[in-house]
């Protein structure tokens, strides 16, 4: 969580963005497309180190104390446009100095591409908490990050 930034000053916020960064140890490129909605979820895709996965993390504090938990898993749910909803089981990691806990999915592949095919919206439930995200300039952005994971789409 990003705790000295307003909202509304985030680049994210209601817009897909892409970030990359290098490791200054390893030279490896990590990039990350995402966007966050005003009810405080950030949803992000990720390559790295040759890994793909997608990452939910909270954005505002009483959506990061939803993510604190003793699980090890949580259910997300999420559908685009008017498809039937889909339920899954996500990995958790656990908060750390500097970081929130957040909810990330390894194999998420079908999910990426039905983004970037999606004409509307993307709907998000995890925690109880509810994120309906646009995928205005989604697909431009996810081809990024699944090419740098040699990803086929």
């Given at each position: 969580?990003?705790?000295?930034?307003?909202?509304?000053?985030?680049?994210?916020?209601?817009?897909?963005?892409?970030?990359?960064?290098?490791?200054?140890?390893?030279?490896?490129?990590?990039?990350?497309?995402?966007?966050?909605?005003?009810?405080?979820?950030?949803?992000?895709?990720?390559?790295?180190?040759?890994?793909?996965?997608?990452?939910?993390?909270?954005?505002?504090?009483?959506?990061?104390?939803?993510?604190?938990?003793?699980?090890?898993?949580?259910?997300?749910?999420?559908?685009?446009?008017?498809?039937?909803?889909?339920?899954?089981?996500?990995?958790?990691?656990?908060?750390?100095?500097?970081?929130?806990?957040?909810?990330?999915?390894?194999?998420?592949?079908?999910?990426?591409?039905?983004?970037?095919?999606?004409?509307?919206?993307l709907v998000l439930r995890v925690h109880g908490v509810t994120g309906v995200f646009?995928?205005?300039?989604?697909?431009?952005?996810?081809?990024?990050?699944?090419?740098?994971?040699?990803?086929?789409?």
């Amino acid at each position: 969580m990003l705790p000295s930034l307003a909202l509304a000053e985030l680049n994210f916020l209601n817009k897909w963005s892409i970030e990359r960064a290098t490791d200054p140890l390893t030279d490896d490129v990590h990039i990350t497309t995402g966007v966050g909605v005003e009810d405080g979820l950030h949803y992000m895709l990720q390559c790295s180190s040759g890994s793909f996965g997608v990452i939910v993390a909270p954005l505002k504090p009483q959506v990061a104390m939803e993510f604190i938990t003793m699980d090890s898993t949580a259910e997300v749910t999420w559908r685009v446009d008017e498809e039937p909803a889909i339920t899954e089981e996500w990995h958790i990691l656990p908060a750390r100095a500097g970081r929130n806990a957040v909810v990330i999915n390894t194999d998420a592949e079908d999910m990426a591409m039905a983004v970037m095919n999606a004409n509307d919206r993307l709907v998000l439930r995890v925690h109880g908490v509810t994120g309906v995200f646009s995928v205005e300039g989604a697909a431009e952005h996810i081809q990024q990050v699944l090419e740098h994971c040699d990803i086929a789409y």
